[in-house]
């Protein structure tokens, strides 16, 4: 197998911490890494990243401390971080991006009142309880998503990355220069999202749909994702 480098970029209010689950089933041709975005899972914000230049810039940093000389570098980012990675593609050189359910949630991320509703009550116990059948279809552990939901209510930019992460997905998918694969599955909550981007034509993207996907697969079926993952990014290569 070709060796290739793959960096992972979580969705809006969440973490590296997302793909972890995938670390054990990765092959060793795969150099792996996962970005923090800023202001997420602990990391710190600056309000210099509003700026969207010094941001991809900053991103840029950062997956040059992950990535290996020479070896491919192939993006896959999901929700959020999908479209931040198309947004890095328009700038710097990738040699193919994995898209998993590009999607913003700007819309409602600028409402003050809806954000702070949103971190008030996924901080209690009894919501994310109420809440977790939302994001997962199948058994995540308790430890798992105390972390996962404590991310998600302490996300300090989590309107700074949708306004950053915002732009015409179809336009630029329809334009996308470089190989890529949209990932879709078939169980996500966001069915609109979903009919826009499977009437998306271009010959350099590939549309797969997951029949079993539910939000998060790297989190509940990290051994089938990360298989699926890694087939994808053989081909691209």
């Known amino acids: 197998m070709k ?5 992972a970029i979580h969705d809006n ?3 590296a911490f997302h793909f972890d689950l995938l670390r054990p089933f990765l092959e060793g041709s795969i150099h792996f890494g ?6 997420c899972a602990g990391s710190q914000w600056n309000n210099e990243l509003n700026d969207i230049n010094k941001f991809l810039l900053h991103l840029n940093h950062e997956i040059n401390l992950f990535r290996e000389n020479n070896l491919p570098l192939i993006l896959l980012g999901h929700g959020s971080g999908a479209l931040l990675a198309l947004k890095y593609s ?10 998993h359910s590009p999607s913003n949630n700007k819309s409602w991320a600028n409402e003050e009142f809806l954000l702070n509703l949103k971190n008030n009550l996924l901080s209690l116990a009894a919501f994310q309880d109420l809440s977790k059948s939302f994001f997962f279809s199948q058994y995540v552990s308790k430890q798992y998503l105390k972390v996962f939901f404590e991310a998600l209510s302490n996300c300090k930019s989590y309107k700074q990355i949708a306004d950053l992460a915002d732009l015409d997905i179809a336009e630029t998918l329809n334009t996308l ?10 169980n996500e909550k966001d069915r609109k999202n979903k009919k826009l981007l499977t009437e998306i034509k271009n010959p350099n993207l590939l549309i797969k749909s997951i029949p079993a996907w539910h939000n998060f697969p790297m989190i509940e079926n990290a051994g089938d994702y990360a298989t699926e993952i890694m ?7």
Do not use: Y
């Open 13 to 15: 209010g969440g973490g």
């Open 177 to 186: 220069p470089i190989p890529a694969v949209l990932l879709l599955g078939n």
């Open 34 to 39: 996962a970005l923090n975005l800023p202001g």
């Open 3 to 7: 060796k290739l480098t793959l960096i």
């Open 231 to 237: 087939e994808l990014a053989h081909q691209l290569v």
């Open 90 to 99: 328009q700038l710097f050189p990738v040699k193919s991006l994995i898209l």
